[in-house]
């Protein structure tokens, strides 16, 4: 089970949020899904060691959850993010 500090590598930004989710500090690939405040899954995928962008252009303006699973979470990590319109 990852430490606290281990946990603290793994940084979402920026939030809120316009149209790209960028993931930075994972160790190994790592799975993760958006959920809306209903708990359904808006986006899915995949993301590769170190650095990733995950576009929410598609989605709502809302607030949403993303889960990591994987690299430092052996069990799900999860930040709340604030999907703002661009522009």
Do not use: F, W
Not at 48 to 77: D, H, Q, T
């Amino acid at each position: 089970r990852p430490s606290p500090k281990e946990r603290e590598v793994l940084r979402t930004y920026p939030n809120p949020v316009g149209d790209v989710l960028h993931v930075d500090g994972l160790q190994a690939p790592a799975s993760y899904k958006l959920l809306n405040i209903v708990g359904s899954v808006m986006k899915e995928g995949v993301m590769s060691m170190g650095s990733n962008s995950i576009s929410v252009k598609a989605l709502p303006v809302g607030v949403y959850v993303i889960e990591v699973r994987g690299a430092v979470c052996e069990e799900n990590c999860k930040g709340v993010i604030l999907r703002r319109g661009s522009g």
